[in-house]
């Protein structure tokens, strides 16, 4: 390699020596990419492979072979990047060599994977050299069922060796580690169906309970339906979780930020406000008519009436979510709350805090666009964005903008911007809106919490979460809290050794 390990690599690369399969579990800005890239290296140069997949998210597939292996590799490479709509990518592939002069990289967009074009790429790649099969942010596998887990999966047998790499592989639930660690191998854990897994390590409704006998009655040819308990405060129940941990431990690697770069403290702050009482109003009926459906959801006899009924209540969710921001969708327009911005107390209290508890350059993250228009129209020019509505070369713009302090607010969506962007010039985020998805709450704090990062005075990165007294935003940032105290109490049997 060019670069010389850190002590965790190295200790990363020991563990997954001599492995067909393994996890690096290892958190944003440890250095998962090198430790990949070691493994790599060293197996190419042993004659054990001639090729690496690379199966990864839009954007983040092409920095693999745009930037990480021209600065890490010290062996010869040939590497192709597989993008939507390529024509010619068998052309692609016979221009490169036999892999025994230099490794053969392929990598591709995981949302092209399952297209037929996509999945022949890769199939041809992997018939033609052999591979270490990578799947980066392997989160994105863990629905057993989607188009692309199901490619991914068939791909599998054609792998030499397989790796997951991910910061946050149970974003969700317990369950979201079985698809990805059945990628590695399958027949991995001992429960041979997804159903056995979710018996083992959920806490389920008993068959004597009227929902469950209900379901089944209506649905009796697929047998009783898993239903998750919740406790008082709606997290779903799990156990055996320590079992699951040092289950998949010998074959997975986790190492925190906190354990080998010295960064900045994270301090997490809310600032709340009350809703003004005509906004209350509004809300209230719109929560009662999602307590309401929730109930009927509830009570449901079949898991099709359940799939059917399921976009109503989450429509009646993002609802509430848009009223405590100021504002309601109507056939697609937005039909503000406040005649004026100054009149809506979340934006008061987003100006408030910017002004009297942050020095330096800030993240806003939300999750609506009218509210990245009411805020770009507060800030102006001092802002910068990033976002679907606005173009690459814009984007580009919006970070050489921010990272050279010439604008104080980088105001950004999550499903844009949460992964792959570098935004050391913060020293502190503010989300603004929120949402139950968890793995894009840790992705965006990550941007602004890695090497280079400003922090404050008092060497801490701020983390403000704008919040409306007695809402959904309370719901949900507590539901992000529990799933987090519960993938780590998987995941610290995986953690390095001291």
Known sequence: MKLEPLEHQIEGHERILGKRYFALLAEQGTGKTFMLLHDAE???KLNKITGLLIIAPNGVHSNWTLREIPKLLEIPYEVATYRAGLKGWEKELARMGDGTQALCVFAINIDSIHTKKGFAAASAFLKKYVCIGVVDESQDIKNLKSTRTTAVHKLAPLMAARRILSGTPVPQAPTDAYSQWEFLKKGFFPQKTYRAFVARYARLLPEDHHLVRHISARNHHAGAPQIIQEDADGQKLWK???ELGKFI????FRVLKSDCLDLPEKIRIQRGYDLPPKQQKIYDTVTNEYTVLLELFNGLKTEEERKEFAPRVEAKRTLQRQIISGFILENGKPLLIHKEPKD???LALLKRTITTEIEGSVIIWAWFKEEIRAIKEMYGDDCVEYHGGIGRVEREYSIEQFQKFKAKVFLAHPQSAARG???TAANAAIFYSHNDDLEKRMQAEDRCHR??????VD???NYFDIVANGTV???????NQAKMKTGEQILIHTQRKY
């Open 42 to 44: 060293r197996a190419w």
């Open 344 to 346: 809506n107390p979340r």
């Open 451 to 456: 090497i280079g990062t400003v922090g404050t």
């Open 240 to 242: 055996n979780l320590d």
């Open 421 to 423: 962007l570098t935004l």
């Open 249 to 252: 431990a010998p074959y997975s």
């Open 473 to 479: 935003d309370e719901d949900m940032l507590a539901s």
């Open 459 to 461: 060497g801490y990165v």
